[in-house]
């Protein structure tokens, strides 16, 4: 990966040497090897911080719309994960795709520094990726992992190695795609029966602590201002009360990206307390390949979508209802 | 001292059941937090850090303070508290004990928070002693000793005992009713154990944090460094680290409409939130790096000011270790505190 | 017996004054009658429409006044436009009083004062110069300028006519924005009358009134030698506790409701530009 950041901090430098952009976002080295934090590099000598490794799971298109309001163009650096994202936002017009400049970049997918610690290992001082295995030192010693076993949840649901959009890429090494499971979770929960289903997301839901991480990391919650945070919406979306916050906040919003969601997986990545957040939306994508044929937000900046065009053999509502898909 | 021997430790939870109540860190799907105990609860005291902070066995998270019944004109104000049952909170950590003294000022004060007080008399804190502690931890910086945290009384555990040593009156209360389950001795064992927890505290990368130039004479100096934009670049303005920091404190106030009246409840709070500072003319803090700051300059400079140079930080790391984009208090004392710039 | 704070007391209104056009002013008592707490001038208190939301207010009325408080209240907001609504025998809930009050017995005490106000900035000044007329020996001359967008715009106009034009030593100077049928005072706004009036330096000044006013009366006086130590105002911030604990209304390590809402301008200026 050393080479591929390399070459990302070259390419950054020479874009902004020569004034084709005036803004690179990537991510920035924080006090350890495995906590980079988003940045937006201005100046050259501004990118002796920057980093690209195994951490930066971050999907930083949601940025975009805030810095892409600057003047100037602006480059970023997207996995192609954030590229679906990225195409999303441009087709809801909240990002302005001649204003953005766009560098796919290599994953091998990402690593996730609690699932390392959940291996029994702390005080952790450094991570190295060696292949499919991670090597981490702690004060108390070596321990080596096996990578499939840290990776970021939604990096285990991969949708693949290609990139949706981009202006240039710096991919160095080959990218194996992994096998497309993702809605095998998703049946999972199906078979439960009502009352299980209930149970596991009382459950989960229940150790919401309402800190809105999921809806503000999300880039298709891209409202000004969401309806959660107008006092004269009645809804205290911050009190921790055990009826409406709880069982609907999460399933709203559930309905409120659907059709939208990529399903980049960011809201379970943020989740303090680990809610597997992105099965809810999950479902809704699988519903929406079943109830109107397969479809991918963010596959394409252009086009319509299931839920916003009416085809005259579109299921019915009782149809939707019921469940009873194609 | 006292000890017991681990596999023992449910008899000790059923015993100080029996006539209060027990908050003890508890894995609910999958994640550990402070919760009631109950027989057949999987109890975790060798989690380090639990994901919300103890705070909310005094402080909760939501709580209701007064009903309004209204009649025509007429407005009946109805106290809904009940008497508060005491209760042991069991396994707190150093720094989560530092927490509650950082949050007893603030609500002990004068003028007293009534509701805090309620809750704060009727515990019974039993602390417990880090032995592994980890990388995000700088407790040792704000002078807290993780071996050796105060309390009601003082716990230590190691791989066969729990030792128990009482601190004070309310700890002898709670040792006389549990004592039928221990056994004595266990100085030897738990000075071998802070012994070595010391010498990996020693080593810990956060260990040497400079703290020095956050004072309130450089109010305004930290106040206006240009610093705080590229720090707080990133900020989502989520309330991740408001609601896990065991020392945050920030609450509202708020009316929810029952069908026999008005509840008038309290909940917490985020200064990182848009709304937090906004009026119908107006908002102080229109900028997320505005929120930012404040949250910071509040920890590291204003409560200080306020409290002789008490910190409202203590070091747990939570923040570090729960911000989704990885921004933390340590960034900001390594930025602001000059340490990046030597 | 420790006080409740956070619980309010009933209020009911006695009386309800249309003051301007977004004004009204709301005479206040308990539900037997009588004066719901004792406070000082500049002091604010908690009013509530339960269900609707509370909100922090200047106590208008002097604390001389024995028998009830005013409130003074300006319709911008979800709580105050229902509270607008209000007729007498209404009720509200009145927690309080909060914040440090003016230094009427103290600083003021035996000094000229000049009291400074643009519109309904006047409510937490009124509460002083009422305390200051009743305790009149105690206090040298007293020089009001207050002003407002139009002459229907002036709070408690009645009272100042009537009253306060008639106190000896006391001068009163009243301005609007712009020219009105029927206003025969001065007409522009209050920074530049404050410079025009040529007032005496060695005056101890409080200001209240939007932002913007502040500032440019400040630097007026300033011009015209007054010192900051002897320039008071008060600040308004979100507030939801009243006693220094749900922390928004914090100017850098001061919170507007414990510490203020009365504050020095040299102690501002030690604050960081937050407010």
């Known amino acids: ?326 | ?342 | 017996m420790i006080e409740e704070n956070l619980i309010p007391k009933v209020g009911v209104i006695t009386n309800v004054r249309k003051d301007t056009p977004d004004v009204k002013t709301f005479r206040v008592v308990g539900t037997d009658g009588k004066k719901l707490f004792k406070h000082m001038p500049g002091q604010c208190a908690m009013v509530s429409v339960p269900g609707v939301g509370e909100c922090m207010f200047s106590i208008t009325s002097s604390p001389t006044n024995e028998e009830y408080m005013e409130f003074s209240i300006k319709k911008c907001g979800c709580v105050t436009e229902v509270i607008h609504s209000m007729e007498e025998g209404s009720q509200v809930t009145v927690r309080g009083p909060y914040g440090r009050n003016f230094p009427v017995e103290e600083d003021f005490k035996g000094k000229d004062l000049l009291f400074i106000a643009g519109g309904i900035g006047l409510a937490p000044l009124r509460s002083v110069i009422n305390y200051v007329r009743h305790y009149r020996n105690n206090y040298g001359k007293v020089v009001v300028v207050y002003g407002a967008r139009s002459a229907d715009d002036l709070v408690d106009f009645e009272e100042i006519k009537t009253e306060w034009k008639n106190e000896p030593n006391f001068e009163v100077y009243l301005t609007i924005d712009r020219p009105q049928e029927g206003w025969n005072d001065h007409v522009g706004f209050v920074p530049s009358y404050v410079k025009e009036l040529g007032l005496d330096p060695n005056m101890t000044a409080v200001l209240c009134g939007p932002p913007i006013m502040i500032k440019f009366t400040l630097a007026g006086l300033l011009e015209l030698g007054f010192d900051k130590s002897r320039v008071y105002t008060t600040l308004e911030l979100r507030m939801k506790c009243g006693i220094g604990k749900c922390g928004r209304c914090n100017v850098g390590d001061k919170f507007v409701c414990k510490d203020g809402p009365v504050f020095r301008m040299d102690q501002l200026d030690e604050l960081p530009d937050e407010y």
């Open chain 1, 1 to 326: 990966m050393r080479d591929v950041e390399q070459k990302m901090i070259e390419r950054a430098a020479a874009l902004l040497q020569n004034g084709e952009v005036a803004r690179v976002v990537g991510w920035k080295k924080g006090e350890f090897y495995f906590d980079p934090a988003p940045a937006v590099f201005e100046t050259v000598d501004e990118l002796k911080d920057f980093v690209y490794n195994g951490f930066c799971g971050a999907n930083l298109s949601k940025y975009l719309i805030k810095v892409s309001k600057n003047e100037g163009k602006t480059a970023i650096f997207m996995k192609p994960c954030d590229s679906y994202s990225f195409n999303q936002l441009v087709k809801e017009h909240r990002v302005d795709r001649e204003k953005i400049y766009v560098i796919a970049v290599e994953c091998q997918g990402k690593l996730d520094i609690e699932k390392i610690k959940a291996n029994g290992v702390t005080a952790v001082t450094n991570v190295e990726e060696n292949g499919d295995k991670v090597t981490v030192s702690s004060l108390y010693g070596e321990t080596v992992l096996d990578k499939a076993d840290v990776m970021l949840g939604k990096c285990l649901t991969c949708k693949g190695k290609t990139h949706q959009a981009k202006d240039e890429d710096i991919i160095l090494h080959e990218m194996p795609a992994p096998a497309n499971n993702r809605f095998d979770e998703v049946a999972k929960l199906e078979a439960m029966t009502e009352d299980e289903r209930f149970a596991f997301w009382k459950e989960q839901l229940q150790k919401c602590i309402r800190c809105n991480a999921c809806r503000n990391v999300c880039p298709a919650c891209s409202c000004l201002k969401c309806v959660f945070d107008n006092p004269s919406s009645g809804v205290a979306a911050k009190a921790n009360d055990d009826r409406f916050e709880e069982q609907l906040f999460h399933v709203i919003r559930a309905f409120h990206v659907s059709g939208r969601c990529t399903d980049c997986g960011e809201c379970s990545r943020v989740c303090p307390q680990n809610i597997p957040l992105h099965l809810l939306n999950r479902k809704f994508i699988k519903d929406i390949d079943g109830f109107y044929g397969e479809y991918q937000a963010g596959e394409t900046a252009e086009g319509k979508t299931p839920l916003t065009s009416y085809k005259e053999e579109d299921l019915e509502v009782s149809d939707v209802f019921k469940g009873e898909g194609k």
């Open chain 2, 1 to 342: 001292m006292f000890k017991i021997r681990k596999e023992n430790l449910n008899d000790l939870y059923a015993k100080i059941s029996e006539s209060m109540g027990l908050y003890i860190p508890i894995k609910k799907a999958g994640e550990v937090n402070y919760h009631v105990w109950g027989e057949g609860k999987e109890v975790s005291l060798e989690t380090l850090k639990t994901v919300r902070s103890p705070k909310d066995a005094f402080f909760p998270q939501t709580e209701n303070m007064m009903k309004f019944k209204t009649e025509g004109k007429n407005i009946d104000i109805i106290d809904v508290r009940d008497e508060k049952r005491p209760f042991v909170l069991f396994g707190v950590k150093a720094c989560d004990y530092k927490a509650i003294e950082v949050l007893d000022k603030v609500f002990l004060m004068d003028p007293v928070d009534t509701y805090y007080k309620a809750r704060r008399d009727a515990i019974t804190i039993v602390t417990l002693a880090c032995s592994k502690p980890e990388e995000s931890c700088f407790c040792s910086v704000f002078g807290i000793d993780a071996t050796a945290p105060c309390g009601d009384v003082t716990a230590w555990l190691d791989e066969n005992y729990l030792y128990w040593q009482a601190n004070t009156q309310k700890g002898e209360e709670l040792t006389g009713k549990v004592s039928a389950l221990f056994e004595k001795g266990g100085e030897e064992e738990v000075k071998s154990q802070q012994e070595q927890t010391k010498t990996i505290l020693a080593k810990l990368p956060f260990a040497t944090l400079d703290l020095s130039r956050f004072k309130p004479e450089n109010l305004n100096e930290l106040f206006n460094a240009p610093e705080w934009e590229s720090l707080s670049e990133a900020c989502l303005g989520c309330g991740t680290c408001t609601f896990v920091c065991p020392t945050c404190q920030c609450f509202d106030i708020r009316d929810f409409k029952t069908r026999d009246g008005v509840l008038r409840y309290r909940c917490w709070d985020s200064c990182m939130y848009s709304d937090f500072t906004l009026m119908a003319h107006g908002n102080s803090r229109t900028t997320q790096m505005q929120r930012y700051r404040q949250r910071f300059m509040h920890k590291l400079v204003y409560y200080p000011s306020q409290n002789d140079g008490l910190y409202s930080c203590v070091g747990c790391g939570r923040c570090v270790n729960k911000c989704p984009q990885r921004l933390n208090i340590v960034k900001v004392i390594n930025t602001l505190g000059g340490k990046k710039n030597d």
